[in-house]
């Protein structure tokens, strides 16, 4: 059955010809890339990715040395696209829509990036089970025409992963990452202050061993976050050593009232 999918996935790819893929490094992105290069030749691949203050920069990092990791020379093309989202009014107000307006900005400025190289063909790592969850980014996807190949071939996240590990891509276990902007709630602002903290206290988590954690910020109270990292985690940040220096650090940062969620990620 995977190995249909896999099929399928490199007919869709084939039938473009010449494409841009969004590219943020993760899993999904990832094994799009691999399997455009393949089936299309470097030539007619461009990879894009975003950079703004709303990525940490760890994973940009992660996202720029992609092409290294796995072998390709300076044939294969990889830009980045620099944005300035806390300028846009109607991002930064944090409206429920907020990753609608986001994506239609990114991949609008995606497509002008690949038409200046005569490409006209913009394509993202959406899976099937992305199709089946309320994500208003979807519906810029939909309006820009991007094309969902994963999607198309009916591969799912666990499928991804499984295929990205077979044909020896690194990232087929990467967390699941996504903007800085998803940990602060609707309706409250999106500022410079709110990014820097998040991406300051998730690093620290990171950096005890806690990969793939949130910290989201609390709507109505600015000393309180939410931690989330993966279930089987949690009771190891729940006890020492973890636990105490963990206090120590947010407390230090401005945050006096820490709750961990329970059900993990």
């Keep these: ?15 473009y010809g010449r494409v841009a893929v969004a590219f943020s490094g ?21 990879a894009l990715t975003a950079r703004s203050c709303l990525l940490k920069q760890s994973e940009i990092d992660y996202a720029s040395t992609w092409l290294a990791r796995h072998g390709y020379g300076e044939q294969a093309r990889h830009e980045f696209v620099e944005l300035q989202p806390l300028s846009w009014e109607e991002f930064v107000r944090n409206p429920p829509d907020r990753c609608y307006v986001c994506k ?8 002008e990036a690949g038409a200046r190289q005569g490409i006209t063909r913009l394509i993202d790592g959406t899976n099937v089970d992305d199709l089946r969850s309320d994500r208003p ?3 810029a996807i939909r309006e820009l025409d991007i094309g969902t190949p994963l999607a198309a071939a009916g591969l799912a996240k666990d499928e991804v992963r499984r295929m990205s590990r077979e044909i020896g891509l690194d ?9 800085l902007a998803t940990r602060i709630p609707h309706g409250l602002e999106i500022t410079e202050t709110r990014i820097v903290l998040i991406e300051k206290l998730e690093s620290h988590l990171e950096s005890l061993g806690f990969p793939g954690c949130r910290v989201r910020l609390d709507s109505r109270y600015c000393e309180k976050i939410f931690i989330q990292v993966r279930e089987k985690d949690i009771p190891r940040l729940a006890t020492p050593p973890a636990r105490p220096a963990l206090v120590d650090f947010f407390n230090d940062s401005g945050v006096k009232k820490i709750y961990l969620d329970l059900l993990g990620r």
Excluded: I
């Design 1 to 15: 059955m995977l190995r249909e999918k896999e099929q399928k996935l490199e007919r869709v790819l084939a039938e």
């Design 104 to 111: 239609l900005r990114v991949y609008g400025m995606f497509l």
């Design 137 to 139: 980014g979807l519906r």
């Design 26 to 46: 993760g899993a999904d992105s990832s094994l799009l890339l691999r399997k455009a290069l393949t089936v299309l030749g470097s030539e007619n691949v461009l």
């Design 171 to 179: 990232t087929w276990d990467h967390p699941s990452a996504s903007c």
